[in-house]
């Protein structure tokens, strides 16, 4: 129901990083395209693109990490009351986070820095962000978040894609796609990218190894083994984390951020 798909270059593809002195690391060594099937749709592939991989061309090193740093975010849970909040988009929010931040609240927080994280708006709009998978490097990029769910038996992940096409770079998903996934699913999906992007990276490691790095390539080929070894506890350290989230707060801003300032203010009186 829902996979992190990916393919690497082969290895005497892959780009060198340095210009006059050329050099590879691990990070660089996963040059590859890469996508995402939920639910019958293929994210991430590119429309206007005539080329056997019709996908988001770049490092995959890049996703892995960004999907083990969204997880644990993604795995806790939002509340009935938050799901409003969490399944709109910032565009339909009744103003900007920090315009509408202003010294003199009614609420109590007012002569706070707005740009300081603890003021309710802020939090609630960082508490959003935060299930937004990073696709920032791209151009054009879409907008690709996820948010769990649990209503008694029913324990869901939404995968929730918004694009606009500018005529030039498009994906055939087209403008929005909103899918629910078993959460069970997606943590697998997590794990299966962790574990093929490790099984096939030790590969490459032990294919340079043998071989003695790339013609012309400064590596360092007992750094890569390490940086290997490093990276294979990676996913283990982030599912580690829990997020503290302060669901009063995030309650206050988010109703604030809807346009019901009032409510807000009675939510924590």
């Known amino acids: 129901m829902i996979g992190f798909c990916f393919e690497l270059y ?12 050329p050099t590879l690391h691990w990070f660089g060594l996963t040059e590859g395209w ?11 592939r590119r429309t206007r693109l005539e080329h056997p991989h019709p996908y988001v061309d770049y490092y995959l090193a890049r996703l892995w990490e960004d999907v083990n740093v ?20 910032p565009a339909q ?37 935060a299930h937004y998978l990073d696709l920032g490097y791209l151009r054009n990029a879409p907008s690709l978040r ?9 324990d869901e992940i939404t995968v929730d894609w918004r694009h606009e096409d500018n005529g030039e770079i498009g994906f055939i998903a087209g403008p929005a796609v909103r899918v ?15 574990r093929e992007l490790m099984t096939v990276m030790l590969q490459r490691v032990e294919q340079l190894e043998r071989r003695g790095r790339l013609p012309g390539v400064d590596l360092d080929l007992a750094w890569l083994r390490r940086e290997h ?9 982030n599912l580690n984390r829990t997020p503290k989230t302060d669901w009063d707060a995030v309650r206050q801003g988010a109703r604030r951020l809807l346009g019901d300032p009032h409510q807000a203010s009675a939510a924590t009186a």
Not at 10 to 21: E, R
Not at 113 to 129: F, K, L, T, Y
Not at 229 to 237: I, N, T, V
């Open 34 to 44: 890469y996508w995402l099937e939920v639910g019958g749709h293929q994210l991430l």
């Open 10 to 21: 082969p290895l005497d593809k892959v780009s060198s990083w340095g210009g006059d002195q």
């Open 70 to 89: 969204l997880t644990p975010d993604v795995l806790e849970p939002v509340p009935a009351d938050l799901q409003l909040f969490i399944a709109s988009d």
């Open 93 to 129: 929010w009744a103003c900007d986070p920090l315009a509408f931040v202003t010294v003199g609240d009614e609420d109590g927080f007012g002569g706070i820095d707005p740009n300081v994280p603890d003021h309710p708006v802020v939090m609630a709009a960082n508490w959003h962000g």
């Open 146 to 154: 996820f948010w769990r769910t649990v209503r008694g038996d029913s």
């Open 229 to 237: 070894e490093d990276r294979a506890h990676w996913l283990a350290k």
């Open 180 to 194: 629910c996934v078993p959460t069970a699913a997606y943590v697998e999906a997590v794990y299966a990218l962790d």
